[in-house]
């Protein structure tokens, strides 16, 4: 169900009840866009059932929910195609040269009068709020996508103190360490790395991390900033120094000795389940081996 885990440390309690919180997602439901809008984000049912399906789901102390993105299609090739046709129309008809400025304005004039007709993709970005444990996580690899979907939470709810974990030490050093000593007994490393200095990024695949050529290259002073992981026979993912989470994956031994539901819907349930009651241990975990601190320890190092 989630590919990737983008999170946000919530600073409190989340306050609302399911039903109330349903209520503010349906007040900014997803919707194509508009003639000459780019885009639009809203809210939709995660189990993706019938229109009014709840908007807001509580499965195993957590509330799933999902954005969807409605974005408009304005292919770079076909806006460059149709300006050069009308840059030598003007110098035919005109005689004349069309200079950059006019370029640039006949280039926004053209997409204002295309984006109307041009094609419309839609992509469905769930997250969960855990209230266990308090984090917002975003099935996204990628931090403009998932801030915009807190940002559209924050928008919905009129607050939501949320930020991204911050680390009391360097999780690339972290990393690092674990290739060139040992990771914690209850990880192994996996197949892939990515290595940098200030001056190159060397990406490997398919290597036993312990070889001498990832070591040659740590021993030159690069670390780790993409790290492949197995954590304790139940999941496996890459680790970005940003602590972002992608490529998830929960082992298919638990997967196979949980039980699951015999509907679509039932089947999506029981799988959030089991990777949320998976995430909820490994996130306590990362808590520790990168001590993860509270806001207010964050304000206090910040002023000093």
């Known amino acids: 169900m989630f590919k990737n885990a983008y999170l946000f440390r919530l600073d409190a309690p989340f306050p609302l009840g399911t039903v109330e919180l349903d209520e503010r997602l349906r007040s900014q439901r997803a919707r194509p866009c508009g003639p000459v809008e780019m885009s639009h984000l809203g809210w939709s049912d995660p189990l993706d059932e019938e229109k009014d399906a709840w908007f807001a789901h509580e499965i195993a102390g957590c509330i799933l929910i999902c954005a969807t993105l409605h974005q408009r299609v304005l292919p770079a090739a076909a806006i460059m195609n149709a300006l050069n046709e009308r840059v030598r129309g003007i110098q035919d008809q005109e005689g004349r040269q069309v ?8 280039r926004e004039q053209l997409m204002t009068d295309m984006l109307p007709k041009s094609f419309q993709q839609t992509r469905r970005i769930r997250a969960y709020i855990d209230r266990q444990s308090d984090w917002l996580i ?5 931090t403009s996508q998932a ?18 974990p911050f680390p009391g030490v360097d999780p690339a050093a972290v990393m690092t360490g674990w ?15 990515e290595l940098r200095d200030d001056d190159e990024v060397v990406r490997l695949s398919g290597l ?9 290259h740590i021993g030159a002073g690069k670390k780790a900033s993409v790290l492949d992981l197995f954590w304790d026979d139940r999941l496996s993912f890459t680790l970005t120094e940003d602590l972002v989470i992608k490529r998830l994956r929960v082992n298919e031994a638990i997967r196979d000795d949980a039980e699951l539901g015999d509907d679509p819907a039932s089947q999506l349930e029981a799988d959030f389940a089991l990777l949320a009651l998976q995430m909820r241990l490994l996130l306590k975990r990362l808590e520790t081996l990168f001590k993860l601190i509270d806001v207010d320890e964050q304000t206090q190092r910040a002023a000093a």
């Open 138 to 142: 975003v099935d996204s690899g990628s």
């Open 179 to 193: 290739i060139a000593q040992a990771p914690p007994s209850d990880f192994y490393l996996g197949r892939g790395c």
């Open 147 to 164: 801030e915009d979907v807190a940002t559209l939470l924050r928008e919905t709810l009129g607050s939501l103190p949320a930020r991204p």
């Open 208 to 216: 036993d991390l312990s070889s001498d050529e990832v070591l040659s």
């Open 99 to 106: 200079g950059r400025a006019e370029r640039k304005r006949l």
